[in-house]
């Protein structure tokens, strides 16, 4: 476990108690635990912002019936292939898909792949999460 380090934080109490009031609702264990993963999360967007190798999934449900849309789908992941390090799919029901692609590369490039993909006619949902590889957060 890595060194633990305390420290005086003064807010405003209604802001205090709303977001005590909010870690309660979510389970948090602790406040720290709380504040610790605000501050990673804000590190993690400092690595996309700054352009570091970043990790992220991209999600997406289709209707695999609409084959130039499926045709599509493969011509741009493979156009990015260097990014993808693995991706999943599953047959949700008769008709729909969802695909997770797990990517890793330059921001730009990855939020170009999302783009690309979720934006390709005929993709019901898209989304990218933004991780990190971890290599800088404690
Ligand atoms: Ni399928």
């Keep these: 476990m890595a060194d633990l380090a305390r420290f005086g934080v003064s807010v405003e109490k209604e802001l205090l108690t709303k977001f005590d009031k909010h870690i ?49 789908l493969t011509d741009v992941e493979h156009d990015f292939h260097r990014l993808i390090i693995s991706s999943q799919h ?21 939020d170009e792949l999302a783009y690309s993909l979720k934006s390709t006619k005929g993709v019901k949902h898209g989304s990218l999460t933004m991780a990190t590889t971890g290599k800088e957060i404690a």
């Design 24 to 72: 309660k609702d979510k389970n948090y264990p602790t406040r720290s635990k709380a504040i610790g993963d605000l501050i990673r999360e804000s590190l993690v967007k400092k690595e996309w912002i700054e352009g570091k190798e970043v990790v992220g999934a991209i999600t997406l449900v289709y209707n695999h019936h609409r084959r130039e849309l499926v045709n599509k």
């Design 90 to 110: 599953i047959h949700l029901d008769e008709d729909n898909c969802l695909e997770i692609v797990v990517v890793k590369g330059k921001p730009r490039e990855v």
